[in-house]
């Protein structure tokens, strides 16, 4: 089995920052990439950042330039550094793992969520 576990959420104001963290456990040979995610009250959860194996990443054009993803890959953690916060970014976030553990395909992951507050 594979976990997926994010912690950081919280409440901030406007302007502030906010580090979240995801660790990924159980049975894995490794990990193709690992995205952060997040939806807000009526609206589709989106892709908010990614980062590959080989280190490629990929922002979300209203994150871009204020959030950083990140990965330790031997935590199999990543980290999403969140600056410039504003209400707007308030929504639950969600991290997603694709894991080889020694099948013929990847598996996708999820983790249970954490909340994103920002106050004006």
């Known amino acids: 089995q594979v976990q997926l576990v994010e912690s950081g959420g919280g409440l901030v104001q406007a302007g502030g920052s906010l580090r979240l963290s995801c660790e990924a456990s159980?049975?894995?040979?490794?990990?193709?990439?690992m995205t952060w995610h997040r939806q807000a009250p009526g609206k589709q959860r989106e892709l908010v950042a990614a980062?590959?194996?080989?280190?490629?990443?990929n922002y979300a054009d209203s994150v871009k330039g204020r959030f950083t993803i990140s990965r330790d890959g031997a935590k199999n953690t990543v980290y999403l550094q969140m600056n410039s916060l504003t209400p707007e970014d308030t929504a639950v976030y969600y991290c997603?793992?694709?894991?080889?553990?020694?099948?013929?395909?990847?598996?996708?992951?999820w983790g249970q969520g954490t909340q994103v507050t920002v106050s004006s």
């Open positions: 997603n793992a694709a894991v080889d553990s020694g099948g013929y395909y990847t598996n996708d992951y």
């Open positions: 159980g049975s894995i040979l490794s990990i193709d990439y």
């Open positions: 980062i590959t194996h080989s280190g490629n990443t």
